[in-house]
């Protein structure tokens, strides 16, 4: 039996730098704060640390704004601290992927500066430069991610450049080999460094259509451009041109965020026999409940709709390609307050019942920093309390355009925002959580004397403990990495339940995301007399009669089956 590639076995751990540890009091995450951690990180039993962007920035978007890729941010250190870090993680056996962000640059990079200075310099086109249609206005009415268009005017050269993002973040040409050449070169640099692979932002969008069509037009006002920069015409060339030069000389992970990503181009971004990548991220299930003006509309959504896009994806790479697994990143707002139940009574107990259902599931899977820990939202109600540049633009875009009230979008903000992920980590229940002695950069969430890792390390039944239990696991059982996915109970509108089958072991993996106690048959082929349980949120076993099972609010269960 050929043994799988070693990041399939592996469970990876991001970390948002800004966030996790201070340890020098100015009132920012940095370097240092994480090399102090690592024996923490150690003790879960992560394999991997993926890093947020530390690279020399402007941070307008807090580091994915890159203006040298060379360097590091001064406020998170210096290369030796970083150096440093590479060295001890090597020590607790952890490995770091970096962020690889090469869709777009800080409009303060070198590169945009040279750029924008002259129309026939070499690093014009570096970036994507437009004349203006015949009436001045911008070559395509799409609409940028942070609001507003994707193009913006320069005078001096009397061109738009295009920004899928922020004005401040030029989209790169890669239609241009020497600026793709310099990528690469920049690869090459970090990983002879020792790290051991990246991470690549929104990296299906640096291939746009060469026509640049105007987009259908949406409730923002703005053309969806979509169908034009998603999974564009040469992306697969990029990426097996980039394995080609880069990747395939290293034993490296590599993991694509993939905003409109379908099971079948992932096939084909992540089968082993194309020499592009490791696996993607897909949006399909944290775009649940999207609304008209997308998660800032947010509305209900259905057990049954999780349950589809998840096996959707289970088996669509079942054979062909790999899984990333993650219920929330710097991206998202947190898991339990958003897939779970972040009150008081249920928070611990619906941690767990995620970690169990994310974990059993075929791929690697990814942890949240805060999330071993069960951190929620923080539900700030004053705008002037959030630091997030999209959150900032979306409040003041819709409300300007009358497009939503302050009320409806505080509200939407409370639950989808990116700064709840950002909220400092929660160590202690000293001033600031622990995370700084400093006046921290964004405000800590109020619960941090409760939920905090001082207290989870010392309470074994804390949700820390369970997540280092489903590593364990994971280490211990081949079928946890291997096994075949089924999913049992299709329609239940409650209950999640799907099996895992290698060779003669099969799991039965069982889980309540509801607040109610909640009855119903696992099929008779499952002979639960001669399982084990292997893991549990609850002390109690469920109450049983045949396949009959009681499920308590919130309880997941894994038995496991050997023939």
């Known amino acids: 039996m050929t043994l799988p590639a070693w990041w399939k076995n592996s469970v990876v751990y991001q970390i948002y730098p800004r966030s996790f540890k201070d340890s020098d009091g100015d009132g920012v995450g940095d370097i240092n704060g994480i090399t102090e951690k690592l024996s923490y990180l150690q003790d879960l039993g992560i394999d991997i640390i993926w890093l947020s962007p530390i690279y020399q920035s402007p941070n ?25 870090l590479l060295e001890q993680a090597e020590q607790y056996r952890i490995k770091i992927m970096m962020d690889l962000v090469v869709n777009h640059t800080s409009d303060q990079h070198q590169w945009f500066i040279k750029s924008r200075a002259t129309k026939d310099n070499q690093y014009r086109d570096y970036y994507i430069w437009r004349d203006p249609k015949p009436d001045g206005s911008a070559p395509t009415n799409w609409g940028a991610a942070f609001g507003g268009s994707t ?25 241009n080999p020497d600026l793709r050449q310099d990528v690469y070169q920049m690869m090459i640099y970090w990983l002879e460094k020792g790290v051991a692979g990246f991470r690549m932002d929104v990296i299906n969008m640096i291939s746009k259509d060469p026509n640049y069509p105007d987009g259908e037009r949406l409730p923002t006002g703005f053309g969806d451009g979509g169908p034009y920069y998603f999974n564009g015409p040469k992306i697969h060339d990029y990426l097996q041109e980039m394995h080609n030069h880069v990747l395939k000389n290293y034993d490296t992970i590599t993991v694509g965020e993939m905003p409109n990503v379908t099971v079948e181009q992932a096939k084909r971004y992540t089968d082993i026999e194309r020499d592009e990548l490791d696996m993607v991220f897909h949006f399909d299930h944290v775009s649940l409940g999207d609304g008209r003006l997308g998660k800032w509309s947010p509305q209900p959504w259905k057990l049954t709709e999780l349950k589809s896009i998840f096996t959707r994806w289970q088996k669509g790479l079942d ?62 109600e004053s705008i002037n309390d959030y630091r997030d540049l999209e959150t900032l633009n979306a409040y003041n875009d819709l409300v300007n355009r009358n497009l939503c009230s302050r009320a409806e979008i505080i509200e939407a903000i409370q639950q989808r925002s990116r700064d709840h992920a950002r909220t400092p980590m929660q160590w202690s229940n000293a001033k600031n959580a622990g995370f ?22 010392h309470d074994h039944t804390s ?27 299709a329609n239940h509108e409650q209950i999640y339940a799907f099996t895992r089958t290698l060779a003669n072991q099969t799991l039965i993996v069982v889980c309540n995301f509801s607040k109610q106690n909640i009855t119903f048959d ?16 609850l002390s109690d076993d469920p109450l049983q009669k045949d396949n009959r099972l009681i499920f308590e609010p919130y309880q997941a269960i894994v038995y496991l089956i050997e023939n």
């Open 522 to 537: 696992l099929p008779r082929s499952f002979d639960l007399q001669r399982a084990n349980i292997l893991i549990s949120n």
């Open 151 to 175: 193009w913006t005017y320069d005078q001096k050269t009397e061109q738009y450049y295009l920004h899928l993002f922020s004005d401040k973040q030029p989209d790169l040409n890669w239609e």
């Open 463 to 489: 949700i820390f403990h369970y997540y280092k239990k489903l590593i364990q696991l994971r280490k211990q059982y081949q079928v946890i990495v291997e096994g075949s996915y089924d999913i049992l109970l």
């Open 436 to 457: 700084t002695t400093g006046d921290p950069w964004i405000a800590v969430n109020p619960n941090y004397k409760t939920i905090n890792a001082q207290v989870a390390l």
């Open 319 to 380: 054979q062909v390609g790999w899984n990333s697994l993650y219920w929330s990143n710097h991206d998202q707002p947190r898991a339990i307050s958003r897939f779970g139940d972040d009150s008081e009574h249920y928070r611990v107990r619906s941690g767990k019942m995620l970690a169990t259902c994310l974990h059993m599931l075929k791929g690697t899977p990814y942890i949240y920093q805060g999330e071993e820990l069960g951190m929620t939202n923080a539900k700030f």
């Open 60 to 84: 307008y978007d807090n580091g994915y704004d890159i203006s040298d890729y060379y360097q590091v941010m001064n406020t998170f250190g210096t290369m030796d601290d970083f150096q440093h």
